[in-house]
């Protein structure tokens, strides 16, 4: 996730223009202009593992070989310091510039406050007659979990921070080994915190069933979670899933279409579909939608977050009375990329970042991030925690698994953190005031288990 200040602004969906004959179903190859044998091999991928790699490849993705890519700050921000917006601009400039890394997440930029404010909701829903367990979900430079940490030393039970547990689950072996010197800092931290460098939506990792209440954190995770791509010709046609492939001479990148087939991409229609009641479509309004495709033919494209579909099956399988606490983009505005929840491509040259017009470009220095549909994630939650049927029957009119809440971020540190503390001389709150396109999603367990 590339950390911005975005103008907030509304997005519209986004449709390849293109025009596709009936049974052509290649798309005009992208020039990627490096080797694609260690990204795409012999036979073609889904979007998915395409990106997976792209991003988490050992040897090549973006994460792997980029412990620098996550900005660790040598010290807070003193905001009260600062006259206004001018001049927090100015300073955050100097620190980019002074700095080699690609991009500060928020948890760093408004450190300790921001973990603080995570720390602070934890505890006030907590149930602490019970040892308290967090894991975190990809924890960049461990700030948050110092941050919480700290937060629960000086303001919890002493019961409660003795007896914690802080668990980081972190794909990257170089962001592993710089969340632990993170958290050492604090040496009574140490024996709590623990980091497993693995994939967390890998169920083979995850061991027995937690059958214990906990807590999973996500900061800027969705984000970079793998996303399918589905293509239809026009309005009217069946949606197709799309592939990676090589061309013929073995550099340039280009789509293929197929019939749906995959799993998951099928889990994750069926889940967006379940709003549109097919009953209230008239025949008359369906033939004229029909003809209206065939004069003005527009196909189109979809992002599918199939990757939080999985790793929200996991995490619902192995711990059922988890509570969430997500945080991520609502929205990406200036998206160049074509399709509805289309991602931006970003890389990072002489200090300056630049986009990508499309997802093949990336060749494992570029970040590929999603806004995240905080609507649809509630469904996929629902879904996950065996509530929310395809089917409906009986079962599905039974009381929610799930107490979910949507916040801005504002909003959310206003209630659970000290807003206070991120504000400057003459009022302005970067926090509050800038961070306009990212939400908060707040999901804990109700008594309707069974």
Known sequence: MLCRIFAAKELPLLFQTTKVKPFDYWVPPFQAHFSTTHIVGDKPVLVRDFIHSQLYDPQHGYFSQRSGSVGVLEKSIKFNQLEGRKAYMKHLNKIYKDSSVSWFTPVELFKPWYAHGIAGAILRTANLSVPLKIYEIGGGSGTCAKGIMDYLKLNAPARVYNNMTYTSVEISPSLA????????????????????????????????VEQQPCWVIMLEVLDNLPHDLIYSKDQN?????????????????????????????KQCIEIMDLDKSQATRSSAISKAKSVWSKIFPKPQRSWLPTGCLQLLEVLHSVLPKMSLIASDFSYLPDVRILGERAPLV???????????????????????????????????????SGWLKLQKDESSKKGKKRRTIILDTSSFMEEFGLPSKTRTKDGYNPLLDDFKNTKFYLSVPTHNTK
């Open 237 to 265: 046609s069946p949606w197709m899933e799309v592939w990676v492939e090589k061309q013929h001479d073995r550099e340039t990148l280009c789509e293929v279409y197929k019939p749906l087939q995959d799993t998951l991409i």
């Open 346 to 384: 970003s890389t990072k040259k002489d200090g300056s970042s630049s986009d990508c017009s499309s997802y093949l470009d990336a060749r494992g220095d570029a970040d590929i991030f999603f806004p995240t549909d905080f609507l649809l994630l509630e469904r996929i939650d629902h879904y996950c």
């Open 177 to 208: 080994k710089i969340q632990r010197e993170t958290v050492g800092e604090v040496d009574s931290h140490s024996s709590k915190f623990k980091v497993e460098c693995r994939d967390a939506a890998d169920r083979s990792g995850w061991g027995e």
